[in-house]
């Protein structure tokens, strides 16, 4: 698929004031600093569609984007910086639940990962979270042209195989560098062929 349009149509901090469902939807999630704004530029050749490197935790925004006139791409607030206190964490579950809850329309929830990293706890317990409550994700490992290509395929296998204590099946996973735009016609046409279902 060809980005041959992408828009930002509205923020919200609130789930009743979302676009209406008339559109599927793709959302962006991931632990704060992982890359999603980046990627989302990428992924739609825009340099400054989605805010990069914003103060994290201030907020909590779900940012829609119309795609083709086609889809929506949303852009979730992210989870898991150093500072977050646990209400701050409970409030962000609350609202992240309030928003998967109401959005008929969502066709999938990209979690991203950062490659670099080894499995982390918080990564997982949020993808155990998605699996005990039935919401079907894929997963994309941001940041691969930070390090080698083994040390991403590593990660990538250790996170995989944490997650078959939980899982039966491990989601379909994509490896994805907003710099050189790896993985992302990769991204592009999953969305594509679940559209297309
Ligand atoms: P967000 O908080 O998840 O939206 O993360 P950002 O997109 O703002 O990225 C956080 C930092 O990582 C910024 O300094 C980005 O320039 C950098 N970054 C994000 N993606 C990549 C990538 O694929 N490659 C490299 N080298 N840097 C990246």
């Known amino acids: 698929m060809n980005v041959k349009s992408a828009e930002f149509l509205?923020?919200?901090?609130?789930?009743?004031?979302l676009p209406e469902l008339n559109l599927p939807e793709y959302a962006f999630i991931g632990r704060?600093?992982?890359?999603?704004?980046?990627?989302?530029?990428?992924?739609?050749?825009?340099?400054?569609?989605?805010?990069?490197?914003?103060?994290?935790?201030?907020?909590?925004?779900?940012?829609?984007?119309?795609?083709?006139n086609e889809w929506y791409l949303v852009d979730l607030p992210g989870y898991g910086y150093a500072k977050t206190s646990?209400?701050?964490?409970?409030?962000?579950?609350?609202?992240?639940?309030?928003?998967?809850?109401?959005?008929?329309?969502?066709?999938?929830?990209?979690v991203l990962i950062d490659s670099r990293h080894e499995p982390q706890k918080i990564d997982l317990e949020f993808c155990q979270w998605l699996g005990e409550n039935g919401i079907p994700f894929l997963l994309?490992?941001?940041?691969?042209?930070?390090?080698?290509?083994?040390?991403?395929?590593q990660n990538i296998a250790k996170f995989k195989k944490a997650l078959l204590e939980?899982?039966?099946?491990?989601?379909?996973?994509?490896?994805?560098?907003?710099?050189?735009?790896?993985g992302c016609p990769e991204i592009l046409i999953a969305i594509n062929d679940i559209n297309k279902n």
């Open 10 to 17: 509205c923020s919200n901090t609130r789930t009743d004031k």
């Open 32 to 68: 704060s600093n992982v890359g999603k704004s980046s990627l989302i530029n990428a992924l739609t050749n825009k340099k400054n569609l989605a805010k990069t490197s914003q103060t994290p935790g201030k907020t909590q925004l779900i940012n829609h984007f119309i795609i083709n």
């Open 86 to 110: 646990r209400s701050n964490r409970d409030e962000w579950e609350k609202f992240i639940r309030k928003y998967l809850r109401v959005r008929e329309n969502l066709q999938c929830l990209f």
């Open 140 to 153: 994309i490992f941001t940041k691969a042209d930070k390090q080698s290509n083994l040390r991403s395929t």
């Open 166 to 182: 939980w899982f039966e099946e491990v989601p379909e996973v994509f490896l994805s560098s907003a710099e050189t735009h790896l």
